[in-house]
C-alpha cells in the first residue's frame, strides 16, 4: 500500500486539502457510519450528531474497506481524529500519524468559530470543544506518532511543509 494514513482533528482542513490536491483522499466517516443515500453532500456537517441518522449495520468493516482501497490510490489519506477511527487503525495494524491543532485560545476560538460557520451542531461542537481542552498533546501518551501544528496553521501548511501535497 502506498498512501499514508493521517488522522486530523476536526476543522483543520481536511476537506479543503481533499478537494485541492490530486493525491490526496478526504475520507470521511459519516457515510459509512449511517445511511445517508437520502441526503445532499451539502449536508454532511448539520448532520453529524443527529439522532434520526439511521446507523450502517456495516459500520466499521465498510469504513475499514474504504481505507484500503483508499490507500492503494492516493499518496495521504485523511480520517477523522475520533477514537473509534483511531482504535480501527492501531487494531487492523496501519500506521498512521494523528494531528492535533495547537492548544492556545485563539486557536480555539478560530476552531470554534469554523464548526459554528460550517453549521455544526451543539452537540457535535461541545464534543470536540471537550476533545480540543482535554486530549493530551504529549506524544508518550498514544501509541502512535503525533503531530502538534503551529499556532496559526492548517493541514495545508503542515503536509506543504513536509512535501507530501502535490498540484
Avoid: H
Amino acid at each position: 500500500m502506498k498512501g499514508k494514513v493521517i488522522s486530523v482533528f476536526a476543522g483543520l482542513g481536511k476537506t479543503t486539502v481533499g478537494k485541492k490536491y490530486p493525491n490526496v483522499c478526504d475520507l470521511m466517516s459519516s457515510p459509512y457510519r449511517c445511511d445517508y443515500s437520502n441526503i445532499s453532500t451539502c449536508d454532511y456537517e448539520k448532520m453529524k450528531y443527529d439522532s434520526t441518522r439511521t446507523p450502517n449495520r456495516e459500520w466499521p468493516n465498510n469504513y475499514l474497506k474504504a481505507i484500503l482501497a483508499a490507500m492503494e490510490n492516493y499518496d495521504i489519506v485523511l480520517v477523522p481524529s475520533s477514537l473509534d477511527v483511531r482504535t480501527l487503525l492501531l487494531e487492523n495494524n496501519i500506521p498512521f500519524l494523528f494531528v492535533l491543532p495547537s492548544s492556545d485560545s485563539k486557536t480555539r476560538e478560530k476552531l470554534l468559530q469554523r464548526y459554528k460557520d460550517r453549521g455544526n451542531n451543539e452537540e457535535l461542537i461541545k464534543d470536540v470543544m471537550y476533545n480540543f481542552d482535554n486530549w493530551s498533546r504529549n506524544e508518550n501518551d498514544y501509541p502512535y506518532p503525533i503531530a502538534i501544528l503551529d499556532k496559526d496553521d492548517y493541514l495545508e501548511d503542515f503536509l506543504g511543509e513536509n512535501d507530501l501535497l502535490r498540484k
